[in-house]
C-alpha cells in the first residue's frame, strides 16, 4: 500500500487548510485511511480516521469540532479539512492506512509527512 499526502503549507492563526492523502496499491481498498500528526518534540498523535464505508470516523480530542475527514471512494483519497487552526496544530502530518479501531486507527502502512506550520 502507498500513501501519498499532500496540501501542507503555512497558514495563519484562524485559517484554514485541506489535506489530501491518495491511496494505491495492491489490497489499498482494504484498509480505514486517517491522519495522525507529529510535533516537534511530541509524541505521534491520532488526528482522524475514516472507515471504508464512510459510515465511521472518530477523531482526536484535540481536533474535534475544527478538523473534518471525508473520503472519495472513487479515488480512494481521504481529505482533512482544516479549520480554525492554532499554534498547537504546527506538526508533521501523517496519513497512515491500517484496520479502523474504536477511535483510533491501528496504522500499518505510512505516507510521507506533509509539514503544516500556524504562525501566530
Known amino acids: 500500500v502507498q500513501l501519498q499526502a499532500s496540501g501542507g503549507g503555512l497558514v495563519q492563526v484562524g485559517g484554514s487548510l485541506r489535506l489530501s492523502c491518495a491511496a494505491s496499491?495492491?489490497?489499498?481498498?482494504?484498509?480505514?485511511l486517517g491522519w495522525f500528526r507529529q510535533a516537534p518534540g511530541k509524541e505521534r498523535e491520532f488526528v482522524a480516521v475514516?472507515?471504508?464505508?464512510?459510515?465511521?470516523?472518530y477523531y482526536g480530542n484535540s481536533v474535534k469540532g475544527r478538523f473534518t475527514l471525508s473520503r472519495d471512494g472513487a479515488k480512494n483519497t481521504i481529505y482533512l479539512q482544516m479549520n480554525s487552526l492554532s499554534p498547537e496544530d504546527t506538526a508533521v502530518y501523517y496519513c497512515?492506512?491500517?484496520?479502523?479501531?474504536?477511535?483510533?486507527?491501528?496504522?500499518?502502512?505510512w505516507g510521507q509527512g506533509t509539514l503544516v506550520t500556524v504562525s501566530s
Open positions: 497512515a492506512a491500517g484496520p479502523i479501531m474504536v477511535g483510533g486507527l491501528k496504522a500499518r502502512y
Open positions: 475514516m472507515n471504508r464505508s464512510g459510515g465511521d470516523t
Open positions: 496499491g495492491r489490497h489499498s481498498n482494504a484498509y480505514s
